[in-house]
T-cell receptor
Framework: SAVISQKPSRDICQRGTSLTIQCQVDSQVTMMFWYRQQPGQSLTLIATANQGSEATYESGFVIDKFPISRPNLTFSTLTVSNMSPEDSSIYLC????????????FGSGTRLTVV | GNSVTQMEGPVTLSEEAFLTINCTYTATGYPSLFWYVQYPGEGLQLLLKATKADDKGSNKGFEATYRKETTSFHLEKGSVQVSDSAVYFCALSEGGGGNKLTFGTGTQLKVEL
């Protein structure tokens, strides 16, 4: 299965600023997924990132707040823009098995605290 | 749409006790089912999976059987250890090329000596 390097692992940011999270995969993948895990909650999909096209956002998430880049088949970034304390969460990237039946690999997560 | 319902936690057990964490799902097609585990301070790890009805996934002493008739995928372990303390997430995917995962709310397990 793929190995994902995600960074930063954690950060404390001032409200109103932006943070960019990076995920590097050790193999080429068509789709990458970005999730948010709010404190004590489950994971919620933010968007699906395809190489060469705009990301597809889930209901409740917009590109202006969470712009995503996918410049090639092994790399993606998620930016959390104009942060507020409500954005304090763990953000995770993920890649899926070829058919979705093989399980999904997750990055180690970015623990973001907005003060 | 798809959904996953898990029993609420936290679940507190003594070491060597039997564990069951219930999971039921709603899906429009024939999903693949997964259990993920999140140890304190770590990311998610795939624990086990099942891709079709009556399949049994197993790993590290944990088992779960895909029951289509009851739309369930309950996680079991015969004898838990303190090191099993973690949050367990049930999830499904409709499959196909790169379809997203739908997660349950997670169940925190605490195992005490």
């Amino acid at each position: 299965s793929a190995v994902i390097s995600q960074k930063p692992s954690r950060d404390i940011c001032q409200r109103g600023t932006s943070l960019t999270i990076q995920c590097q995969v050790d193999s080429q993948v068509t789709m990458m997924f970005w999730y948010r895990q709010q404190p004590g909650q489950s994971l919620t999909l933010i968007a699906t990132a395809n190489q060469g096209s705009e990301a597809t956002y889930e209901s409740g998430f917009v590109i202006d707040k969470f712009p995503i880049s996918r410049p090639n088949l092994t790399f993606s970034t998620l930016t959390v823009s104009n942060m507020s304390p409500e954005d304090s969460s763990i953000y995770l990237c993920s890649v899926g098995g070829g058919t979705g039946k093989d399980g999904y690999t997750f990055g180690s997560g970015t623990r973001l605290t907005v003060v | 749409g798809n959904s996953v319902t898990q029993m609420e936690g936290p679940v507190t057990l003594s070491e060597e006790a039997f564990l069951t964490i219930n999971c039921t799902y709603t899906a429009t097609g024939y999903p693949s089912l997964f259990w993920y585990v999140q140890y304190p301070g770590e990311g998610l790890q795939l624990l086990l999976k099942a891709t079709k009805a009556d399949d049994k996934g197993s790993n590290k002493g944990f088992e779960a059987t895909y029951r289509k008739e009851t739309t369930s995928f309950h996680l079991e372990k015969g004898s838990v250890q303190v090191s099993d303390s973690a949050v367990y997430f049930c999830a499904l995917s409709e499959g196909g090329g790169g379809n997203k995962l739908t997660f349950g709310t997670g169940t925190q397990l605490k195992v005490e000596l």
